[in-house]
């Protein structure tokens, strides 16, 4: 059964099963929730269930959220979690969207969103999402809201409508049997690929993770990140934007195949690199560089690395829909998926191995050891060392304009 | 019941297929090329998006790329195809292991045909690597740019090896149901072996050549996953550009998207039509 199918039979399931869960206590009345004591609102959803919409493509995350998950739910709240898978998040945030349109406003389908980026943007500006709950959870304690990356979701304020799930972050990668000092800044690798001809390139958005190599160097062009937080500024684009050109367009002769051609997606990228015909590769999940030396793509001197001026890193998240009628328990799912034990076992790679939306140094010592003891690949950097020098995402419109600006400017 | 009738309705699941999939997905192509898009709150037809694509140089290169693509394509396979087949209508020891070796990658996929060649022609692929054994190469860039090449070599040399097989069993067939009569007959009245070909053979295969020509044209001119897959970042053939403003995540290029498809079939049919009577009238003239 294809995605698509198999989402819309859960998503045709989960509503004949709320239809009969309409005994139970309804939770829709969201402002009745927030600061209410915790034990009141696990009562509240016990018995009940949650119907979470997240992507279905991974059989290892499904089976973390279905059984593990589903079973902490099951076994201790006495909560049903229904998963519905999707192939594309804004499904999940166009039935919200429908619904409110029709003007279903305390009955929605939706408890749950596995979300970032566009569709939180979206969520948020048509006020599809319950915001002003987090400080209700008590596992927000474990949440560090002071980082930036955190506290901004590709550069939109969470606002307290959503919580962090996991974090991804941006990361190098070289063959250290071939290439001895590779380059740890922006500025580095500039002068590294005038030295080195041929021996980079990247790949032309808008494959995704080449433009946020463009991004790092627009960071770097705009002296930081700083002055590009917050609503898309066309004067400060112009000057950022220029500068960025001129850089790109200054290294192009010396990339692979003198810049007459970019790849055009990150796995032509990834053969290259495995071929040997450029030496340095990148990617938004480090943990692809482990998955690549196992499968013996990659040779074992293959290792990745962080940047001195900061990587691109972006947290994912969970949100819950204006009109979800089972709240309570969506809060108490979001309290599980924040706690130490859920966080601990989604790191082990052999479960999913992605990076925790909490602090771990908040955890208990026990949960701290365990997953400090969690073995890494040897080719995976530390995230831990990466997010040292952590940069935020832009704001959607300005990730189009970069695409926009690279295509007219460096393409052509 | 008449067989008129009888005909009609055996045709109509065929039919209602090629009329609803085809046709429908062309009509609602061509109605959101032109703006038109009630669900969204489009509801003023307008031919902004054409426009928009027709002043775009992006457009003009991608089209004289794809066009460049498809006609070195089919005019190389066509050649190579009735020569091969000239070849394999004789008699002579193996001709059956030959035929079928030539007709082996009628079953290969393209993609699988694409990966081949990235694998054999990249510049770290077996060719460079050979090469590089030889001491003919010193490091990958040496060797000459065959995939992801701004003159699409790479694509070329995929559809080449792939409609070679499928020109040269529709003509072979041909020349096969021709039989040598015809060209006995103009041997014994003083033709060369070229004149006959030329002026007999050539003429009365050509229907098949001519048909199987088209195919691979039009075929070429739309196929998204070759060039997708040995194409150069820029310009790219009109099926990825079009695709690639598909997927734009701005709602306003999928007009654009759309209007880039209807062109793509509109030029696709005129060019067929061209293809057909240029080339027939300089064989039979």
């Avoid at chain 2, 060209?183 to 050539?202: C, D, I, N, P, T």
Wanted: net charge negative; aromatic share 10%.
């Amino acid at each position: 059964m294809t995605l698509k199918r198999r989402a819309l039979l859960g998503s045709a399931m989960s509503l004949a099963l709320f239809g009969a869960s309409q005994i139970q206590a309804d939770t829709a009345d969201g402002d009745a929730l927030i600061g209410q004591d915790w034990d009141a609102i696990v009562e509240m959803a016990r018995g009940g269930e949650v119907n979470w919409f997240l992507w279905g493509g991974a059989d290892n995350i499904n089976q973390y959220v279905s059984d593990y998950i589903g079973g902490i739910l099951r076994d201790e709240y006495g909560i049903t979690l229904n998963r519905v898978g999707l192939t594309d998040t804004a499904e999940a945030v166009n039935i919200v969207l429908g619904e409110k349109e029709a003007g279903v406003m305390d009955r929605g389908s939706v408890d749950m969103i596995w979300i970032n980026g566009e569709n939180f943007r979206t969520m948020k500006q048509g006020g599809l999402a319950w915001c002003g709950y987090t400080e209700t959870l008590p596992n927000t304690a474990l949440i560090n809201w002071d980082n930036p990356a955190i506290a901004n979701d590709f550069g939109v304020p969470v606002d307290g409508c959503e919580v962090p799930w996991s974090r991804a972050q941006f990361a190098f990668a070289y063959d250290a049997a071939v290439t001895e000092n590779p380059p740890r800044s922006i500025p580095e690798l500039l002068e590294w690929i005038k030295a080195n001809p041929g021996q980079f390139t990247y790949p032309a958005p808008p494959d995704f993770t080449g433009a946020v190599f463009i991004r790092h160097v627009f960071y770097h062009a705009a002296g930081g990140v700083e002055n590009l937080l917050g609503e898309f500024d066309q004067a400060k684009f112009d000057e950022a934007s220029a500068r960025t050109w001129e850089i790109l367009n200054e290294i192009e002769p010396y990339l692979w195949r003198a810049g007459a051609t970019y790849p055009t997606s990150v796995t032509q990228l990834n053969e290259l690199f495995a071929n040997g015909e450029v030496a340095l590769n990148f990617n938004y999940e480090p943990a692809q560089f482990g998955l690549g030396v196992m499968a013996g793509t990659y040779p074992d001197t293959v290792m990745s690395y962080g940047l001195s001026d900061g990587t691109i890193g972006n947290t994912n998240y969970t949100i819950i829909p204006f009109n979800s009628p089972n709240k309570a328990a969506a809060l108490v799912l979001q309290n599980v998926l924040l706690s130490a034990e859920a966080q601990l076992t989604k790191a082990q790679p052999d479960v999913w191995g992605t990076s925790p939306g909490i602090e771990m140094d908040r955890t208990p010592a026990d949960v701290q050891a365990a997953f400090a003891a969690i073995e890494r690949h040897p080719s995976v950097v530390s995230a831990a060392e990466l997010a040292e020098n952590a940069l935020p995402e832009l704001q959607a419109s300005w990730i189009s304009a970069i695409e926009q600006g690279w295509l007219a400017n460096v393409a052509q | 019941m008449s067989d008129r009738i009888k005909i009609i309705l055996l045709l109509a699941p065929a039919m209602a297929v090629i009329g609803l999939l085809f046709f429908g997905g062309l009509l609602v192509g061509l109605m959101r090329s032109l703006n038109y898009m009630p669900v969204i709150g489009l509801t003023e037809p307008n031919l902004d998006a054409y426009v928009a694509v027709f002043s775009s140089r992006e457009f003009l290169r991608s089209f004289l790329l794809t066009f460049h693509i498809s006609f070195t394509s089919t005019v190389i396979s066509a050649a190579i195809a009735i020569a091969a087949a000239l070849l394999l209508r004789r008699t002579f020891v193996g001709r059956g292991v030959i035929n079928f070796l030539f007709q082996l990658n009628l079953t290969v996929p393209h993609i699988v045909g694409a990966i081949g060649i990235l694998y054999l022609f990249s510049q770290s692929g077996s060719f460079a690597r050979l090469g590089y054994a030889a001491g003919l190469i010193e490091r990958p860039s040496d060797f000459p740019a065959l995939v992801f090449d701004p003159y699409a070599i790479g694509i070329i040399l995929q559809y080449v090896w792939k409609e070679v097989p499928f020109i040269g069993v529709i003509v072979l067939a041909n020349m096969q149901a021709i039989g040598q009569d015809y060209e006995s007959v103009a041997r014994s009245l003083g033709a060369s072996k070229w004149q006959s070909f030329r002026h007999v053979l050539l003429p009365l295969i050509f229907p098949g050549v001519l048909s199987a020509s088209v195919m691979v044209f039009a075929f070429t001119f739309g196929a998204y996953e070759i060039p997708a897959l040995l194409g150069a970042s820029h310009p790219q053939a009109l099926p990825v550009l079009a695709y690639k403003a598909y997927t734009n995540v701005d709602l306003a290029a999928r007009p654009q998207a759309m209007a880039m498809a209807i062109i793509i079939a509109v030029l696709s049919a005129i060019m067929i039509v061209a293809y057909t009577r240029a080339t027939r009238a300089r064989i039979r003239g």
